[in-house]
Structure formats: structure tokens, C-alpha cells
């Protein structure tokens, strides 16, 4: 199993990389923005098989741990804005659990990295991670950006926030949004079984 996720791995490193070559490539702006979003979501679960490759427990992986190296690859699509992690490791979920919430968080900060702020002024994406009880953990995703239009439907949004829904109805999850004084903050609470 170990070598089975070490090939997955590095085969879904190798989709990611094109994606990201063929984003410096092309010249239209959307294009670039849908090939970083599509190398953010393949290379989130290349990080599962990356942690399964090197724990060697294909059943469970370290949330907090797995959630710090997504948030890394996601820094690297997203350099005008700031990605910050804060979560203490040693809280275990099922890898396909896991997977979805890496997910989740992927849409959320690209969601954020394209909207809160203006290109001009970048900011700062807060992702924290903290037990609420036994079998729930919280997961948040906040900015201080211009925050939410007023008379916004969520649930009428572009494709990251459809799949955003899709996610939290699968996982079981409860997405509360809040509008900050400044910025907006997505609230998952989320069953780890």
C-alpha cells in the first residue's frame, strides 16, 4: 500500500505540475485561473497519498498536518495574498474524510484570494483548525477583506461555492457565514466519523 500511494503521489504531482506549466503558458486571465484552481484540487489529494506514503496508516491520516501541507501548495498558486495555518496536530480523520475537508478549505481560500481583496492591496487568509468536542472539529477560513455584498446568495454562486455545498452535504458537515467588521469568516463544523 505504501508503494501503491507513493505512485499515486507522484502521479497526481505530475497532472498538477502540467496544469501549473500550462497556466504560465497561456495568456488569457480566466484560463490561467481555472488552471491554478485545478492544480490547487489535484495536488490537495496528491498531499493525502503524500501522508499515506509516509505514515504508513492508509486509513487515517493527521488533519492538521495534511491541512498545513495543502495550505502550502495553495500559497504557491495564491502569491499575493498570505496564507496562514494555525492548528494543533494530533487530531486523526479517515483519508476520505480528510480529503474532502482539504478540499473544502482549497475552494474557500481560492474563493477568498479572488474576491476579499483588491489586486492592488493583497491581505492575509486565516485557515484554523481546532477540536470542538469529541467527534467534531472546526475548521475556519477567514480574510479581512471587503467581505460579503450585501443581498449575496451563496447558494446561487459561481462553481467554487457549488462545490463547496457538494462537500459539506457529503461530508455531513454545517458551513455558518459570518460577516466580519471586516472581511468574512466560513465556519465548518464538521463530524470527524
Given amino acids: 500500500m505504501q508503494e501503491i500511494n507513493h505512485r499515486v503521489k507522484n502521479s497526481l504531482q505530475l497532472v498538477g505540475s502540467m496544469f ?3 497556466a504560465r503558458r497561456a495568456g488569457d486571465p480566466a484560463l490561467v485561473q ?4 485545478a492544480y490547487g484540487r489535484v495536488t490537495a489529494v496528491a498531499r493525502v497519498h503524500e501522508r499515506l506514503y509516509l505514515s504508513g496508516d492508509v486509513g487515517a491520516v493527521d488533519l492538521c498536518g495534511y491541512l498545513k501541507a495543502v495550505c502550502d501548495d495553495l500559497q504557491a ?3 499575493d495574498n498570505k496564507i496562514v495555518f494555525d492548528g494543533l496536530e494530533g487530531i486523526s480523520m479517515n483519508t476520505d474524510r480528510a480529503v474532502l475537508v482539504a478540499l473544502l478549505i482549497g475552494e474557500l481560500v481560492t474563493n477568498a484570494a479572488k474576491h ?6 493583497p491581505g492575509t487568509i486565516k485557515v484554523s483548525v481546532a477540536p470542538a468536542g469529541d467527534a467534531i472539529v472546526t475548521v475556519s477560513v477567514s480574510d479581512s477583506g471587503k467581505g460579503l455584498p450585501d443581498g449575496i446568495e451563496l447558494k446561487n454562486g459561481g462553481l467554487g461555492m457549488t462545490i463547496v455545498d457538494a462537500f459539506v452535504a ?3 458537515a454545517t458551513l455558518d457565514v459570518k460577516r466580519l467588521r471586516k472581511g468574512t469568516e466560513f465556519l465548518l463544523r464538521i463530524p470527524l466519523e
Fill in 116 to 121: 476579499a481583496y483588491p489586486k492592488d492591496a
Fill in 34 to 37: 481555472a488552471l491554478q484552481e
Fill in 77 to 79: 498558486i495564491t502569491t
Fill in 20 to 22: 501549473n506549466l500550462q
Fill in 170 to 172: 457529503q461530508s455531513g
